[in-house]
């Protein structure tokens, strides 16, 4: 593991709970910073709204974390990779995941007729599409249903995609070199 300092992301401030000295952020990003001291004000749906421990501190939070080292990230995504069988876990404070190759199949109408295309164009009317839906069931407008399947290639992810996050695929199969995708914005230099 290697300690780096990061720039945390934040959605802004609050008027509600207590203006700019409150920060809105996520719920992973809240539990980073109240690990740090700051002070918990509201948890919402989907936000938490944090206080700083030092109430005079304005601008971008920052917090000293461990990130794993990449030989530590391969190696771990390798192993996993090896066995081939999707799994989660966390390592330190970082959640992972691995997904194996897999195929996928999906189905789609393709429709022809004027009527569809006028409905298409005017997606916000209701009506138009409750005919449209009408006119596919009682088979007045024709369409063929087409089935595609896809290949997916294998992934593995590891930390939080707001502060820090890597992942690695396979691209071009299972016994090639992952191909690395890395969010290390956050890190300050």
């Given amino acids: 593991m290697k300690t780096v300092q990061m720039t945390i992301q934040y959605y802004g401030h609050s008027r509600k709970y207590g ?43 920052t917090v000293t974390l461990e990130i794993p080292e990449d ?32 195929r996928t199949q999906s189905s789609f109408l393709q429709m022809s007729g004027t009527d569809v295309l006028m409905g298409l164009e005017q997606k916000r009317n209701q009506s138009v599409q409750s005919q449209i839906r009408k006119n596919l069931l009682s088979g007045s407008i024709p369409f063929t249903v087409h089935q595609t399947e896809s290949e997916n290639q294998a992934d593995f992810r590891i930390g939080e ?26 890190i300050r230099d």
């Fill in 19 to 61: 203006g700019r000295k409150t920060y809105k952020v996520c719920p992973f990003v809240a539990r980073l910073l109240t690990q740090a001291g700051w002070q918990l004000i509201h948890v919402g749906h989907s936000y938490v709204y944090l206080a700083p421990k030092d109430a005079a501190f304005r601008g971008d939070p």
């Fill in 71 to 102: 030989q530590e990230i391969e190696q771990l995504a390798q192993s996993l990779h090896s066995k081939g069988t999707a799994v989660e876990g966390i390592v330190s404070q970082w959640s992972y995941a691995y997904t194996p190759a897999h």
């Fill in 161 to 186: 995609l707001t502060v820090w996050y890597v992942s690695l695929r396979w691209p071009n199969g299972k016994n090639t070199e992952p191909v690395w995708y890395r969010n290390t914005k956050g």
